[in-house]
């Protein structure tokens, strides 16, 4: 999203918000010269405005359409001319005028703190559980060294490096660190160094692994594929447990002395496995890998400009901005005041998922058309998938809970929990897809939407061009020292790993939102015939009932949920 473009963003507001805060500030102040008027005079007044409230609900059947369960408003934007798409116009009408009233009364939502105090009976500690191999004070003997050239994006590439550290130490081999393939998809040559500290990666798990920064001359000249040493995500299963390691990858390392994973992509399971090894896991993801001091820079500019305050709150901050986030305020007419508190929301509404999803978001005929083209170009697997298989109805895949969630279904359900339209959101992620037309009904609520382009200046954001991924480490740190973490797919690495990351440092005061798509669309599907207060009261119930505390579930990744006794220990 562009800078001009979100600035626009920043102009929206609902006609039905405008006319509810005026309408609350005259009344306000008119009260007292009513209270004096002769009765008829009242009578007269009340009567008057009876008559003009059903002048307005005729004038409002006439011009606005009635719509089923399914259909969508297409509004013209006066500003740009171009269709908005409203899925749910009765419940954003309610929603503008419930957050009016918030806002008069000055109540606070309760989602900005967490619930549960018993999240702070846990704290991190992988990095002080000492292995096997540092109490003893020496590795076991080399069987040969591990090279992994790791694919997809920020996310994917963080979790191929720690499962690799947990192989190497299974399989006593040295690792190299980390090489990072270039995807069509990415566009990124970033390399490890470019995105984490090297030398602190290797210090410290030197007492777990051995580390080395290349393969020695004598392993370099050797064709992988030739010697039978290139392992590829079809030669290991998805999820692989450690004696698939042991029994296929073992005695080619023997052999070879070096074996090369090519793309790696979730090659390791979670269950069973020893519990050195989850916490080998832990301590890599969680210590080990710490952003390059230029991610870190520029990621504190962020956060600075969105608080208004330059000093650490959190071990969040510390762990993620190092020594770039001081304990200076910024000068300027506010210093005193309170860091501003902002919502992270990663909106998964990128034109990919869109498509992928097979669904419909209310477009009608266009979207239809402008979506299959992109699955015509971009997605020939799946859509020949699709001829040797039964159709799915858009309706089924939405009440199965198979469905994105747009930026009108983000906002509704913050409305739902009580944030007001005064709260600011940093927007993560890549385009939306349908931008301002889509955007609207967020913002015409939550008209303080902000990105990085927004926050930082072009020559900011120059050193960050065509690096996608390091783009990425900024949404990464952004989200995780957010005030409150919003989720709209459980499915996101991103999402997974930055709720991760709050969960084990956050020390119960780093709540995460995450809604239930199944059950979303369930209560949104009643659209038409809900009120408010029932609305309200079923999302607060859905995102409550998530935000327990709950131990890491068999199987259940540790990127997501650290908490576990090999990650965490438990004080009381």
Request: aromatic share 10%; with cysteine.
């Given at each position: 999203?562009?800078?001009?473009?979100?600035?626009?963003?920043?102009?929206?507001?609902?006609?039905?918000?405008?006319?509810?805060?005026?309408?609350?500030?005259?009344?306000?102040?008119?009260?007292?010269?009513?209270?004096?008027?002769?009765?008829?005079?009242?009578?007269?007044?009340?009567?008057?405005?009876?008559?003009?409230?059903?002048?307005?609900?005729?004038?409002?059947?006439?011009f606005?359409?009635?719509?089923?369960?399914?259909?969508?408003?297409?509004?013209?934007?006066?500003?740009?001319?171009?269709?908005v798409?409203?899925?749910?116009?009765?419940?954003?009408?309610?929603?503008?005028?419930?957050?009016?009233?918030?806002?008069?009364?000055?109540?606070?939502?309760?989602?900005?703190?967490?619930?549960?105090?018993?999240?702070?009976?846990?704290?991190?500690?992988?990095?002080?559980?000492?292995?096997?191999?540092?109490?003893?004070?020496?590795?076991?003997?080399?069987?040969?060294?591990?090279?992994?050239?790791?694919?997809?994006?920020?996310?994917?590439?963080?979790?191929?490096?720690?499962?690799?550290?947990?192989?190497?130490?299974?399989?006593?081999?040295?690792?190299?660190?980390?090489?990072?393939?270039?995807?069509?998809?990415?566009?990124?040559?970033?390399?490890?160094?470019?995105?984490?500290?090297?030398?602190?990666?290797?210090?410290?798990?030197?007492?777990?692994?051995?580390?080395?920064?290349?393969?020695?001359?004598?392993?370099?000249?050797?064709?992988?594929?030739?010697?039978?040493?290139?392992i590829?995500?079809?030669?290991?299963?998805?999820?692989?447990?450690?004696?698939?390691?042991?029994?296929?990858?073992?005695?080619?390392?023997?052999?070879?002395?070096?074996?090369?994973?090519?793309?790696?992509?979730?090659?390791?399971?979670?269950?069973?496995?020893?519990?050195?090894?989850?916490?080998?896991?832990?301590?890599?993801?969680?210590?080990?890998?710490?952003?390059v001091?230029?991610?870190?820079?520029?990621?504190?500019?962020?956060?600075?400009?969105?608080?208004?305050y330059?000093?650490?709150?959190?071990?969040?901050?510390?762990?993620?901005?190092?020594?770039?986030?001081?304990?200076?305020?910024?000068?300027?007419?506010?210093?005193?005041?309170?860091?501003?508190?902002?919502?992270?929301?990663?909106?998964?509404f990128?034109?990919?998922?869109?498509?992928?999803?097979?669904?419909?978001?209310?477009?009608?005929?266009?979207?239809?058309?402008e979506?299959?083209?992109?699955?015509?170009?971009?997605?020939?697997?799946?859509m020949?998938?699709?001829?040797?298989?039964?159709?799915?109805?858009?309706?089924?895949?939405?009440?199965?809970?198979k469905?994105?969630?747009?930026?009108?279904?983000?906002?509704?359900?913050l409305?739902?929990?009580?944030?007001?339209?005064?709260?600011?959101?940093?927007?993560?992620?890549?385009?939306?897809?349908?931008?301002?037309s889509?955007?609207?009904?967020?913002?015409n609520?939550?008209?303080?939407?902000?990105?990085?382009?927004?926050?930082l200046?072009?020559?900011?954001?120059?050193?960050?061009?065509?690096?996608?991924?390091?783009?990425?480490?900024?949404?990464?740190?952004?989200?995780?020292?957010?005030?409150?973490?919003?989720?709209?797919?459980?499915?996101?690495?991103?999402?997974?790993?930055?709720?991760?990351?709050r969960?084990?440092?956050?020390?119960?005061h780093?709540?995460?939102?995450?809604?239930?798509?199944?059950?979303?669309?369930?209560?949104?599907?009643?659209?038409?015939?809900?009120?408010?207060?029932?609305?309200?009261?079923?999302?607060?119930?859905?995102?409550?009932?998530?935000?327990?505390?709950?131990?890491?579930?068999?199987?259940q990744?540790?990127?997501?949920?650290?908490?576990?006794?090999?990650?965490?220990?438990?004080?009381?």
């Amino acid at each position: 999203m562009g800078k001009q473009e979100s600035k626009q963003f920043h102009g929206f507001r609902s006609n039905s918000m405008k006319l509810g805060s005026f309408k609350g500030g005259y009344v306000g102040k008119q009260r007292h010269v009513w209270i004096r008027k002769p009765f008829s005079s009242l009578v007269y007044t009340v009567a008057l405005i009876g008559l003009l409230s059903m002048l307005d609900s005729l004038i409002g059947s006439i011009f606005e359409p009635s719509v089923n369960q399914s259909a969508s408003i297409m509004a013209k934007n006066e500003s740009g001319g171009k269709n908005v798409v409203q899925m749910y116009d009765q419940l954003a009408s309610m929603a503008s005028s419930a957050l009016v009233e918030r806002e008069l009364k000055q109540d606070e939502s309760k989602f900005w703190k967490e619930s549960y105090h018993q999240a702070s009976a846990w704290s991190p500690c992988a990095d002080k559980k000492e292995s096997i191999r540092a109490r003893t004070g020496k590795l076991q003997s080399n069987t040969g060294y591990i090279l992994v050239s790791a694919n997809g994006g920020l996310n994917q590439q963080r979790v191929a490096v720690c499962n690799a550290v947990a192989v190497a130490s299974l399989l006593n081999a040295t690792l190299v660190i980390p090489r990072f393939l270039f995807s069509n998809v990415w566009k990124d040559p970033s390399q490890f160094g470019d995105i984490y500290q090297e030398g602190y990666f290797m210090k410290s798990l030197k007492n777990e692994i051995n580390i080395v920064k290349d393969l020695p001359p004598h392993l370099k000249s050797l064709d992988f594929k030739e010697i039978g040493s290139l392992i590829t995500d079809a030669d290991i299963s998805k999820e692989a447990k450690p004696t698939e390691y042991i029994e296929k990858v073992l005695p080619i390392l023997s052999k070879n002395g070096v074996v090369h994973f090519l793309g790696y992509g979730n090659r390791l399971g979670f269950d069973p496995l020893p519990f050195e090894l989850q916490r080998l896991r832990c301590k890599c993801n969680y210590h080990a890998l710490k952003f390059v001091p230029k991610i870190q820079e520029t990621a504190s500019l962020l956060i600075r400009r969105i608080r208004k305050y330059d000093g650490p709150r959190n071990k969040l901050d510390k762990q993620l901005l190092g020594n770039f986030i001081t304990g200076f305020r910024l000068n300027g007419p506010d210093v005193n005041r309170e860091p501003l508190k902002y919502i992270a929301l990663h909106l998964r509404f990128e034109v990919d998922m869109v498509a992928y999803s097979l669904c419909e978001f209310g477009g009608g005929q266009v979207e239809k058309t402008e979506l299959q083209a992109y699955r015509d170009v971009h997605f020939p697997l799946l859509m020949q998938r699709l001829k040797l298989s039964k159709a799915v109805s858009a309706e089924e895949l939405r009440r199965t809970g198979k469905c994105p969630l747009t930026p009108e279904e983000a906002a509704l359900v913050l409305a739902a929990l009580g944030f007001t339209s005064e709260t600011y959101i940093y927007l993560a992620g890549s385009q939306i897809y349908g931008g301002k037309s889509r955007m609207q009904p967020l913002t015409n609520l939550y008209p303080h939407v902000v990105t990085k382009e927004d926050l930082l200046s072009p020559s900011e954001l120059a050193p960050f061009k065509n690096f996608s991924s390091q783009l990425a480490a900024l949404d990464f740190i952004t989200c995780a020292t957010s005030d409150v973490f919003g989720i709209t797919d459980s499915g996101s690495q991103l999402s997974s790993l930055v709720s991760g990351f709050r969960t084990y440092y956050g020390g119960a005061h780093a709540p995460t939102l995450r809604p239930s798509k199944k059950r979303l669309a369930e209560i949104l599907s009643k659209s038409q015939t809900i009120n408010w207060k029932e609305f309200e009261a079923r999302v607060t119930k859905m995102i409550s009932g998530a935000q327990s505390v709950r131990l890491r579930g068999w199987g259940q990744s540790i990127y997501r949920q650290p908490r576990c006794p090999e990650c965490m220990c438990r004080s009381h």
